[in-house]
């Protein structure tokens, strides 16, 4: 409990922290105005897209997959890991309690971004006229938004622990979201089974599944898998190190 406080306390005081937090509320004021302001009054009132306008709080997920990279390779980058280990020197003890502070600060950062897109949506509704209708299908995403960052914080402590340098594992992890999901594309079918796609599904909260896209428990069970894979693999790497080396 004591090695869950101090994670939790190094990632809250970290301003790195805070600006994720106002990267993604400005973008999602952004994507959100724009998605909103391009829409037509029929479409606007339609449940569908009001489904899809709920669901931008998803983007947490990708703060989410960067925050749980960083609370690893940020030890490493700083040179403060031998500290943590003294402190903590039983190495499982320090990277579970890692994986529990990222996953707790990242369920903390979904839940506002579902709250600041539900407020930029009801704010723009309200100013074009149009009811925005609140009920279990449409709140749907929000609680995909929260599980999806949460599944994906774990994972991010997964890469870091892997990789343990804090810029390699920032560039894998934008270079996957942004150019090999797009790739796996190609594979047809089987891409929906790819990280970006299965968290997408969880986010997005479809009780069945589409060509494209998992169901979302099928899709919770691939992402939470993904998440065991990469944080066995990175603990064994860190696990079976001789000695910490520097990040960067």
Same mark, same amino acid.
């Given at each position: ?58 983007? !947490? $997920?990708?703060? &989410? @997959?960067?925050? %749980?990279? #960083? *609370?690893?390779?940020?030890?490493? =980058?700083?040179?403060? +890991? ?69 599944? !994906? $914080?774990?994972? &991010? @402590?997964?890469? %870091?622990? #892997? *990789?343990?340098?804090?810029?390699? =594992?920032?560039?894998? +992890? ?75």
């Amino acid at each position: 409990m004591n090695a869950l406080r101090a994670e939790l306390l190094k990632a809250v005081t970290t301003r790195l922290l805070l600006w994720f937090g106002l990267g993604l509320l400005a973008f999602l004021l952004l994507v959100l105005s724009i998605h909103i302001g391009s829409h037509d009054l029929l479409s606007l009132s339609q449940r569908s897209t009001q489904r899809s306008t709920l669901a931008f709080g998803g983007l !947490a $997920a990708i703060v &989410g @997959v960067l925050i %749980g990279s #960083l *609370l690893v390779t940020a030890e490493y =980058a700083h040179g403060t +890991i031998n500290q943590s280990l003294l402190a903590v020197p039983v190495r499982e003890k320090l990277l579970t309690a890692k994986l529990a502070a990222a996953v707790l600060v990242v369920f903390a950062i979904a839940v506002l971004a579902d709250a600041a897109t539900l407020l930029i949506a009801e704010v723009w509704y309200h100013g074009r006229g149009v009811n925005l209708h609140l009920g279990s299908d449409t709140l749907a995403p929000f609680l995909g938004a929260v599980g999806g960052s949460m599944i !994906a $914080a774990g994972i &991010g @402590v997964g890469v %870091g622990a #892997l *990789l343990r340098r804090q810029t390699g =594992a920032i560039i894998a +992890i934008l270079l996957w979201l942004l150019i090999g999901e797009g790739v796996i594309s190609a594979a047809g079918d089987s891409a929906r089974f790819a990280p970006g796609h299965a968290l997408g599904a969880v986010v997005a909260a479809h009780e069945v599944g589409a060509r494209d896209m998992l169901g979302v428990w099928a899709a919770v069970v691939v992402g939470l898998l993904y998440a065991a894979i990469f944080c066995t693999a990175g603990f064994l790497v860190v696990l079976n190190s001789d000695a910490p080396t520097s990040g960067d």
